[in-house]
């Protein structure tokens, strides 16, 4: 199966069920823009920031700084800061 099906066939079950925590267990057959495209759907749906803490570091640059951003700014309990603060770009 080519990766651009593995990344259409993945957007959509995660945006049916919520259940983002498959990405981990097939991450290596997903495109880059796809893990990006999809953690940032999900934050922007769920706030769920502690879910795609681990996923942040095979994120493009960019969307990972958009992530990282979003939770600094948004997240009044800074529990997971550690995780989100070493991809803020300067």
Do not use: H, W
Not at 30 to 59: N, P, W
Not at 68 to 90: C, G, H, M, R
């Amino acid at each position: 199966m080519s990766k651009s099906k593995v990344d259409t066939l993945v957007k959509d079950y995660i945006a049916e069920t919520n259940d983002f925590n498959c990405i981990y267990a097939i991450r290596q057959s997903l495109s880059i823009e796809c893990i990006d495209d999809i953690v940032k759907s999900y934050i922007d749906r769920t706030a769920d920031y502690g879910t795609v803490a681990a996923i942040l570091q095979f994120m493009s640059g960019d969307a990972s700084d958009y992530v990282a951003k979003k939770y600094i700014n948004e997240v009044k309990d800074q529990q997971y800061s550690k995780f989100f603060t070493p991809y803020l770009k300067n």
